[in-house]
């Protein structure tokens, strides 16, 4: 098991969460029971790109161990943001499914890892990860 540095899945869970946070307001604000298919898709495809982005700023912080820091990343966001909605289903008497919470768990943290593949598949290419990185390889 790769050591795990916890300011960086940290630092990971709130990067998710500042891409997720909109994200899950304007779904609750726009999506209904009578919403297409389409719009849900929509949110859903959002959703992953959230929990995709918080494993790839893990991946980049942690070179050492990129999928699990991005996996842990991408689960820390997914925790926060299923507890809100486990409260707000409490508080407003809905049913909570709770057979779904798993499934959506290992969706997330594969989100994650896929972010975290993708930050690595950058670093090992030679591409340039940062603005400062590319404006030192411009011709002067």
Known sequence: MPQLDWSVIRSAT??????LVPITILSLLVIDDESSSYAQLAFFGLTMFGFAA???GAGKMAPHAPMA???LGA??????????GVLRRLVSGDDINWLGYPLQAMIAAGCG??????ADWIRRSGRPVSV????????K
Not at 113 to 118: C, K, L, Q
Not at 132 to 139: G, I, S
């Open 132 to 139: 400062a990185e590319m404006r030192r390889q411009l011709p």
């Open 14 to 19: 709130i990067a998710g969460l500042t891409v």
């Open 75 to 84: 689960m820390g966001t997914w925790v926060v943001i299923q507890g809100f």
């Open 54 to 56: 918080a494993g790839y």
């Open 69 to 71: 820091h991005g996996a």
């Open 113 to 118: 890892v896929f972010g975290a593949v993708f």
